[in-house]
């Protein structure tokens, strides 16, 4: 699997869904809404697609947000918004 960085947009309204489901314990709530540790985050960009406001985002090597399960219709499996 490739490495990706993971972040939280400023969207977030902090619904939990991506603190509970991270696997390194990497989000953490800031206030109203979360923030990503870079530092703890094991980069398999899991935690985006747990988050259904799409506010979590696995970014590839080249910067564009990769899509989450949740934004992906039958024939866009693999590919960049």
């Given at each position: 699997m490739k490495k990706v960085t993971c972040t939280i947009d400023a969207i977030c309204v902090g619904r939990h869904t991506c603190f509970y489901e991270c696997p390194s314990s990497a989000i953490h709530r800031d206030v109203d809404k979360y923030k990503m540790d870079?530092?703890?985050c094991i980069r398999d960009g899991s935690c985006?697609?747990?988050c259904n406001i799409s506010a979590v985002h696995a970014l590839a090597s080249n910067?564009?947000?990769l899509l989450s399960d949740h934004q992906k219709g039958p024939n866009q499996?693999?590919?960049?918004r």
């Open positions: 870079q530092a703890k985006a697609s747990f910067g564009q947000k499996v693999g590919k960049i």
